[in-house]
């Protein structure tokens, strides 16, 4: 609670340190007096600001985040609208970055200093340096435009009626509906976007787990193991990979925070309904109750991430539990 | 509201605005369906009925759907598609024909105008338009006390009988034809509207609860209804069974939001596909295809430096001074910033509105003048700083371009430039508290008339332009005086005349130093007709069709 406390009363204060007038910033070029006053009654914005800190920490405990600004709607509305879509296109990245991650990394590591691992450094360098827009436009040049192998943004085609709202997971929902077209569809709205973040996360989670592998590829016990005759992939699997797992798991905490901090560009080149393209029109806008709105939804989202970390590395370790 | 650094935050190009292909004329005090142009014309497609879905891209502001709580380019765009209004443009045009209404007398003094409803109007529910209808849509307007409401301040509206409407204005008002042709004064149905939470009482803008009704469900008469609506992200539209018009346009129609970079792919490799936030060089890279089209024309849009006229603030406050900011400044060099299109802009109204300037009162650089005015102030070691929104990219061009040039072209003549840039929403609050010392800003029209420009007259509060150049009454007390008698002048060859008068007196002696009109894009597939940029609506939806 007083973490969450922190979290709003931090935001809060940034947010009122931005100079300017959402007033000014909401009704055009063409604020009346008396809009002005409408918008500033509507929002609160005349009360000393002690009081709107109160009076936003009131309607919070209710579940109340305020009112949007810009769409004019509860920004509870707002996120609950659009952080399915982000949270479709995270765990797309997640997976796909965690498996092409891992198995980059183990195999970096086992052919240590080879061809392969200068070729998989190279990659991996290039992932974490490419800036992420310049490469979703790349991504839409070559793959949509020059090749036409993949749609250009957005989550379904225009032409493609939506399936039935249940999980907001479109590739899921399809699923549900029994529709294969929309599923596929989908599913190919997911490739460039999710590939972007992949990309990044990828070359991450393959530098730490090669790493990782690394400090434990030639401790006694794996000799012992390979000793005993059992299979490289066992010993790979059972042995190497669980002792680097502590690590790999670390590894993804920050690949969350990436692929969040991430899905604001790529969102708006894709033009993906999230929460990052809302998060940016928002503070485009000065939209506070919005603005508020989102960093307490991914400063709670951080904390639980964190807080599963916490939890996996008991699972992973019993020195962990022990201790 | 349409184009405005405060709305377009962040978007990547202000489409608001946008290539009329002729304006000004009559400012339309009588007329009918039969005597101005056809209202089957105003929708109608050139060729037969189009088939398939048409999709529009658009870097998005979007404040909603609800028509009397928006006025962003993409909201007036999508609520002209489903809606009515008394009056309507043409595509491209801004000469009032009918509307819901089937015809209209204005009064000598241009202070009433009495519509007459046509018959035929029906909602997309099938009830018909009423005039009760149309009080309670332009008095919720005034009362939600939202961005448009400033459009319909003095006036009032009532209903001696179904058919017939009277809008009244205080003071005279040669404009409001062409006001009551904007989306905000669109015409909902009232007793949807109302069951559905919606007020246009005096306390609207705290007892009105029809907003989030109106995101999911148009009630108007147009000729689209809104199927799906995410705001900030696509709406889809589907033809309206019961359009009351001759229509051939799409029957299903999406609006997505896309950046420009997408938007160009998007146009190359869809069949019906429209493009509308391309800057002039982007464009520029399609116009050898031969499966679109693209037009490329000035804004109506106008970039400008703004002074400060308090000298207590900023050294601007010296005519001389500004006299020299004026003379030295790179007209020509502005316009080559913006791209193929783009005009230099003689005064403040955009050349395509009536009153607008010729290119013959266009100031031209001269530096040697330039220098001998600054000589007379007696000043030296001039430091200005000018201040710029760093975010904003109307019509593609870069506010911090301009800056950088106009820093470089006053340093010529010896004024230290010191560059400010903050995000656009820390820019409005120092140009609205009139704390700045010069800035660069431009203005993208509410209306097309050139009323819309009087707030540029010495003494126009600083509100009424979300700035405050210190420019008081005092200051030009004629100026001023022309101003409004431009603005309450009837005959519209006269308000011309007066208005191309008022803005050669801005150009001696105000704070207003217009820069250029931007270059502006469309582009879209070939096979589309009526691909056309519009002054008002951005794009006039219901009129596009196939060829």
């Avoid at chain 1, 970096?108 to 998989?120: E, I, N, P």
């Avoid at chain 1, 010993?235 to 604001?264: E, H, K, Q």
């Avoid at chain 2, 519209?492 to 008022?502: I, M, N, P, V």
Wanted: with cysteine.
């Amino acid at each position: 609670m007083l973490l969450l406390i922190g979290i709003t009363l931090i935001s809060f204060l940034l947010t009122q340190a931005v100079p300017g007038d959402p007033a000014l910033a909401n009704l055009g070029q063409h604020p009346t007096p008396e809009s002005i006053r409408a918008f500033h009654e509507k929002y609160g914005l005349d009360d000393p600001l002690p009081v709107q800190y109160v009076n936003y920490l009131g309607n919070l405990v209710q579940g109340d985040l305020g009112v949007s600004q810009q769409t004019h709607q509860p920004v509870t509305d707002d996120l609950s609208k659009l952080v399915p879509a982000t949270a479709e296109l995270a765990v797309f990245a997640i997976v796909f970055s965690t498996i092409f991650g891992v198995g980059f990394g183990v195999l970096a590591a086992l052919k240590r200093d080879r061809a392969v691992d200068h070729g998989l450094r190279v990659f991996t360098l290039a992932g974490i340096s490419v800036p992420m827009f310049w490469l979703g436009l790349l991504g839409l040049y070559l793959f949509f435009f020059k090749w036409g192998l993949l749609p250009g943004g957005g989550r379904l085609d225009p032409t493609t009626t939506p399936p039935t709202d249940v999980t907001g997971f479109n590739t899921v929902d399809a699923l549900l509906d029994g529709n294969l077209n929309t599923f596929w569809d989908a599913f190919k709205h997911l490739i460039l976007p999710g590939g972007v973040l992949v990309l990044y996360s990828v070359s991450l989670i393959s530098r730490y787990t090669r790493s990782a592998v690394l400090e434990v590829l030639h401790a006694d016990y794996v000799r012992a193991a390979r000793a005993k005759g059992l299979s490289e992939f066992t010993v790979v699997t059972r042995y190497i990979l669980r002792a680097a797992l502590p690590s790999i798991v670390t590894v993804m905490g920050l690949v969350f925070a990436n692929v969040l901090a991430g899905a604001v560009l790529v969102e708006n080149i894709f033009n993906w309904p999230g929460i990052g393209q809302y998060a940016y029109k928002s503070a485009v806008s000065l939209d506070l109750p919005a603005i508020m709105g989102v960093s307490i939804f991914i400063a709670l989202v951080y904390v639980i991430v964190n807080l599963i970390v916490d939890l996996l590395y008991a699972v992973i370790d019993p020195r962990v539990r022990l201790s | 509201m349409r184009s405005t650094i405060g709305k377009a935050v962040g978007a990547a190009a202000i489409a608001g605005a946008l290539a009329v292909a002729g304006c000004g004329g009559g400012n339309g005090d009588s007329g009918s369906a039969d005597s101005g142009s056809s209202a089957g014309t105003s929708t109608g497609a050139s060729g037969g009925a189009a088939t398939g879905t048409l999709v529009v891209d658009q870097s998005f502001v979007d404040r909603g759907v609800d028509p009397q709580r928006q006025f962003t380019p993409t909201n007036n765009m999508l609520v002209h598609a489903m809606y009515d209004t008394l009056v309507t443009f043409e595509p491209g045009k801004t000469d009032p024909v009918a509307g819901l209404a089937a015809s209209w007398r204005g009064s000598d003094d241009a202070k009433q105008f009495t519509f007459t409803l046509d018959d035929s109007a029906v909602f997309s529910d099938g009830t018909p338009v009423t005039s009760a209808d149309v009080v309670f849509s332009l008095d919720r307007l005034v009362n939600l006390k939202g961005p448009g409401s400033f459009l319909l301040e003095g006036v009032t509206v009532r209903a001696p009988d179904a058919r017939t409407v009277v809008v009244t204005s205080k003071t005279s008002n040669p404009a409001l034809l062409r006001i009551l042709a904007t989306p905000p004064t669109s015409i909902l149905n009232s007793r949807v509207v109302e069951a559905n939470g919606g007020s246009a009482a005096k306390d609207a803008d705290r007892s009105d609860r029809a907003e989030a009704f109106l995101q999911k469900t148009s009630a108007g008469s147009g000729a689209y209804t809104l199927e799906a609506g995410q705001q900030n992200q696509q709406y889809t539209l589907a033809s309206n069974p019961r359009y009351w018009r001759d229509f051939s346009g799409f029957p299903k129609v999406v609006v997505r939001n896309m950046a420009a970079p997408t938007q160009l792919l998007n146009v190359q490799r869809g069949a019906n596909e429209i493009a509308l936030d391309l800057s002039a060089q982007q464009a520029g890279t399609v116009a050898g295809n031969d499966a679109l089209q693209v037009r490329t024309d000035a804004s109506v849009n106008v970039f400008d430096v703004e002074a400060n006229m308090n000298e207590s603030i900023s050294p601007t406050g010296d005519e001389n001074v500004r006299r020299a900011i004026r003379l030295a400044l790179d007209y020509e060099g502005y316009t080559r910033l913006s791209g193929e299109g783009a005009v230099q802009a003689p005064g403040v109204i955009p050349s395509q509105f009536l009153g607008a300037l010729t290119a013959a009162d266009a100031v031209r650089t001269d530096l040697d003048a330039a220098r001998a005015e600054l000589a007379k102030s007696g000043k030296s070691n001039i430091k200005v700083e000018l201040a710029f929104p760093s975010d904003a990219t109307p019509n593609g061009v870069s506010f911090s371009s301009i800056a950088q040039k106009v820093k470089s072209d006053l340093q010529k003549i010896g004024i230290d430039v010191e560059l400010k840039g903050t995000p656009a929403v820390t820019f409005l609050a120092d140009y609205a508290a009139g704390k700045n010392q010069m800035s660069v800003s431009y203005w993208g029209p509410d209306y097309p008339d050139p009323n819309d420009y009087l707030v540029y007259a010495p003494g126009a509060p600083g509100t009424s332009r979300a700035a405050d150049n210190r420019y008081v009454r005092e200051m030009n007390p004629q100026l001023a005086d022309l101003g409004a008698r431009a603005g309450s002048t009837l005959d519209d060859a006269e308000r011309g005349t007066l208005f191309q008068e008022f803005q050669r007196g801005l150009n001696e002696d105000s704070p207003f130093m217009p820069l250029f009109q931007p270059a502006q894009a469309i582009v879209g597939s070939r096979t589309l007709s009526n691909v056309v940029l519009d002054p008002t609506y951005t794009l006039n939806i219901p009129a596009v069709g196939s060829n």
